[in-house]
């Protein structure tokens, strides 16, 4: 087999695929994370995540990201991280994903990439499901009343 052609790769995968610097300014982002998150390549480069982060969870984000930078360690490597997100237009999404710690030479890390997966129609599904068996348990458990 020839030698992978990695930026073809990246830019024909169906999951996003976006990559920050140490500060956490997007340096790399794919045609699925603009299909995700409505943001253009042109648009999302060199800003910072804050773009696709709800505000009311930047603060946690950014203690673990900072976190992470410092140690250079991650749990989420191998575990699915799943998280609300923001679409260009305001709407939030449910994604899911893991991360890469991008090391330089002396291993510090330099980045984060990520691969990314949108979930909000699973989501939906699920919490749609929880509340029916939720429903359907309350009625089995009045006296007297049958399913």
């Known amino acids: 087999m020839a030698a992978v052609d990695f930026e073809q790769l990246v830019r024909s995968m169906g999951d996003a695929v976006v990559v920050t610097d ?9 045609a699925a994370a603009t299909r995700i998150f409505g943001f253009s390549e ?3 480069l060199g800003r910072s995540l804050d ?3 709800p505000e009311r969870q930047r603060g946690r984000h950014w203690d673990g990201y900072e976190k992470t930078m410092s140690s250079g360690q991650t749990r989420y490597g191998s575990t699915l991280l799943r998280v609300p997100a923001l679409h260009k237009d305001g709407h939030t999404l449910s994604i899911a994903f893991t991360v890469a710690l991008l090391k330089a030479e ?3 890390v330099e980045g984060v ?5 949108d979930e909000t129609s699973r989501f939906q599904d699920e919490r ?3 509340k029916r068996i939720t429903e359907l348990e309350a009625r089995l458990a009045q006296p007297g009343d049958t399913a």
């Open 113 to 117: 990439g990520a691969i990314i997966r």
């Open 128 to 130: 749609a499901l929880r």
């Open 51 to 53: 773009i696709i982060i």
């Open 42 to 44: 042109a648009e999302a």
């Open 106 to 108: 002396q291993g510090q």
């Open 22 to 30: 140490g500060k956490g300014d997007i340096v790399l982002w794919n």
